[in-house]
T-cell receptor, first 117, second 112 residues
Framework: NAGVTQTPKFRVLKTGQSMTLLCAQD?????MYWYRQDPGMGLRLIHY???????AKGEVPDGYNVSRLKKQNFLLGLESAAPSQTSVYFC????????????????FGPGTRLLVL | DAKTTQPTSMDCAEGRAANLPCNHS???????VYWYRQIHSQGPQYIIH???NNETNEMASLIITEDRKSSTLILPHATLRDTAVYYC?????????????FGQGTILTVHP
């Protein structure tokens, strides 16, 4: 049971290039999330998904797109990378239900460090 | 969701108990208190959560005051590996997608 995995671990892009970050979970979780974390700041939600085939915007969605074609995978795309997107990206997942209070028990991946030059 | 206030940093000696406070004076009746931590360069890790009763698991204990306006996370025997940023989060849960709002957290440094 690998939990939540992210690919790649680190990437350097030039301004204007595109790339896709992959998040995979093997816990059969319904909900998946993409966050970004900048130095000295907490995590901010980019996009999320409540199930296969569904996606929705979080707090900071501009410049990103997502897809959830398979339940276990959640992809984050940058169509035209900008230096402001230099950050550490975390994926998380959680089950749909788990009793009261367990809704916010999210499981996080190890992160992807992205540098945009 | 209610806002939380935590000290910016704390120190603790290895083997001693680490007591991390959190103030959430505007907490609503249906909001839970969650604690996560983030060890350097890793993803956040769930520790514990509670509503109004004290809770304990294999990682930590959570003490919530009777008026629920503050809480304390207790790591009973801190080790060097417990050095991390600890986040106290208050959330009602049950939203359509779930929501975690991470603040600045408390940087806990465990010394030998």
């Amino acid at each position: 049971n690998a939990g939540v995995t992210q690919t790649p671990k680190f990437r350097v892009l030039k301004t204007g290039q595109s790339m896709t970050l992959l998040c995979a979970q093997d816990m059969n979780h319904e909900y998946m999330y993409w966050y970004r974390q900048d130095p000295g700041m907490g995590l901010r939600l980019i996009h999320y998904s409540v199930g296969e085939g569904t996606t929705a915007k979080g707090e900071v969605p501009d410049g990103y797109n997502v897809s959830r074609l398979k339940k276990q995978n959640f992809l984050l795309g940058l169509e035209s990378a900008a230096p402001s997107q230099t950050s550490v990206y975390f994926c998380a997942s959680r089950p749909r239900t788990g009793g009261r209070g367990y809704q916010e028990t999210q499981y996080f991946g190890p992160g992807t460090r992205l540098l945009v030059l | 969701d209610a806002k939380t206030t935590q000290p910016t940093s704390m120190d603790c000696a290895e083997g001693r108990a680490a007591n991390l406070p959190c103030n959430h004076s505007t907490i609503s009746g249906n909001e839970y208190v969650y604690w996560y931590r983030q060890i350097h360069s890793q993803g956040p890790q769930y520790i514990i959560h509670g509503l109004k009763n004290n809770e304990t698991n294999e990682m930590a204990s959570l003490i919530i005051t009777e008026d629920r306006k503050s809480s304390t996370l207790i790591l009973p025997h801190a080790t060097l590996r417990d050095t991390a940023v600890y986040y106290c989060i208050v959330s009602a849960g049950g939203t359509s997608y779930g929501k975690l709002t991470f603040g600045q957290g408390t940087i806990l440094t465990v010394h030998p």
